[in-house]
Structures are given as C-alpha cells and as structure tokens.
C-alpha cells in the first residue's frame, strides 16, 4: 500500500489504521456516540436548511433515533465482519454517509471511496466527521475517507484486503468494479441502476382538499427534484388510476402545483435544459408518436404521456424534472409490467394491501419499497429489500 500512497487523497483517517481495526459489536455504543456527535456537528452549520437531505440523515442519526433503531434487533452475540471497502457515487452527495453509518452501526471498520465531484454537503459532513472524531479518538481507526482516481491497482489491492464490499453505483460502474477479486472469504453489496414511479388515485386526488394537494407537490419534489432525479428510488414516471377524464383532471392540476414549487425551490442549469430536450426527442423516436404528447409547464417540468405502462418504460432516462406519464385502471395494469429493476413505488390514495396482493399474485421480481408520496428519501437500515444490520454483521452461534 505504501507504492499507492501518492496517488490517494485522504480526507479522513488512515488506511493503515483502518485495515487492522478489530469488529465491533452492532450498535456499539461508542459508535452511537459519535454519530450523535456528528449528527449535532451538522446540524449547527448555519445554512444547513438549505440541504435537506443532509438535515434528514442528521436527524436520523440523533442518538434517541439510533436506540429506537437499536430496539428492533437482537443484538447479542452478534459482531460485525471487519473492514468494508465502499464505492460511493458521484451523483448523489450524502450517500457516502449513509454507506458509511450503516457499516459502523453493523460494527465494522470501513474504508470509503469518495467521489472527486465537489460538494458543499461533503464538505459539512467531513469537517462535523473530524470534529467528532476530536472527541473519540478511539473511533478514528473505523473511518477512513479517501479519493482517487480511476486506478484499478488501489481498487484491486484494497479489494483482496476487505471483508466486504459495498458498490454504489450503475450497472457499468458495478461491472468496472468486479474487475477487482475479493479474497475467497469476502462478500459483497451491489445497488445497481433502478427505476422507481409514482401511483396516484386520479379521483382521490381531486377530491382531497387544498392543503393536501400542496404537501403532495412539497413531498414529491422532496423525492425528485432534491436529487435531481438521479436517486435511484426518485420517482421517474407518475401513473394515474381510474376513470381517464378525473385522472388527466388530476394531473393537470398536480403538475400546476409542482411548477410552482419547483420555481421556488430549483436551480435548473442550462445543461440539465439540454439533456431533457435531448431526452425528449430520444423517446418520440423510439416510441409510437401516435400515443406520445409533450407537456411543458414552463422549462422546469415536463411531462411525457407514454400511453401505458410497458415493461420496457424503465429504459428511458429522465432527470432535471423530465417525467414519463401514463393513465391506467387499476393498480394491476401496472404491477404485472414491473421488472427486477422497478424499486421504489411511491403513491396518493391507494391502498397498498391491494398493491402487495397484487405483487404477491404475479409473482414480479421489483418493487422493493412502498412509501407515501414524500417518504421515498428518508434514510433506512433496510435498502432494496436488504438488511444492513444483518447483511453486514455475523451471528455467533451458541449452542
């Protein structure tokens, strides 16, 4: 490792520590102090309102939130693996944080790949790390945050040294990454390109009141517009049930509603302008003109009527406020055209036994979350039907 030295930035901790840390039990308690520490060192910077999705993960890791966490799981005789080897992802800025918690609560040492993209909440969140750090000393071998470039050698060596590996990241970065061996013993997590939607009763919608109606565009910027669309569990394409005249109704009225909080709250880059163009002319060639119509409502949403939903509707790509639309009956039309790669499904007034009757009845491979429309963000211990606590800790068995 001493060979690779001059081609690793390190904004935390040090490889050589971090390798030889020793298991800790899940929930150590050390771990819940640091992460309550850090969680009040983010939360005194003064914009941080401005980042929602770094006040969310600050929230989620206050200590009476991590002993209700803890409450959930049985916890004895259950240790974590050792060191975890993380690949974080350029796009979306706290992710590496995320990765990073639900690791040591598991009770593991963990080197993390940081993205070389800039971001003022990576920034926050490595200076509140350090500054907690300060404070328990002994968890610094536990936290190494690195960067480095696209050099396989450093990939490849801390990959035969890792207990585990944890790729963040699209199906082409998963595949660069699996170039690199782990050694016989380790394991590894994969989150891959997804695709996630969002369902809406057409009729509850128009009759739900005013103020309703106004959550439901907060909510639903907070799941697309926050991650610029590129969180895997952001919502792409709105589907409306029941009666074709109150659903276009509905929708007119959603998407009026969602220009105006997006004007309010969202930066759109001239480049994001472009690539929806270049989206939209992509799709209207390759599907049947006849049934597509654009909608803009103005340059900050716009709206694809994709007629029905088809199984390969997870092929088209939509960031920066693009969205797919479709208009369908009922909830089975759009469960029986899920794919394994369908992960979140958001909704507004649908029942979700029927929707998990339906999934159970088909027998579809995707869809791994059901939430209301705003809670598609919110930060778990369980991922795409994973359990972080149990998939990265391991079980002493006493008889």
Known sequence: MILMQQNIEYMIGSMEETVHAKPLPVFDRNVIELLDDVSKEILKIRNVR????????????????????????????RLGYGLMFHITPSNIPVQFLYSLVVSLLAGNANIIRMSQKEFEQGRIICEALRKSLEKYPSMLPYVCLLRYGHDKEITDELSLKCDGRIVWGGDATISKIRESPLSARAFELTFADRFSLCIINGQKYLEAPSDTKEILAHGFYTDTFFSDQNACNSPRMVVWIGEKESCRNAAEIFWNLEKEVVEQKYALEQISGVNKLLQECTIAIEMDAKRDRKNSYGNYVNVVNVGEVSPNISDCKGNGGLFFQAFVENVRDIIKCVQKDWQTLSY????????????????????DRIVPIGQSMPPSLQWEGIDFIYSLSRHIHVL
Do not use: N
Request: hydrophobic residues 40%; aromatic residues 10%; neutral net charge.
């Open 348 to 367: 507004y007034g649908v029942c979700t036994t029927e929707i998990l009757c339906a999934i159970r009845e088909t027998g579809v491979k995707g869809i």
């Open 50 to 77: 401005e980042f929602e999705d770094l006040v969310s993960i600050a929230f989620w890791i206050r200590k009476a939130s991590l002993i209700k966490m803890k409450q959930q799981y049985e916890t004895k005789d």
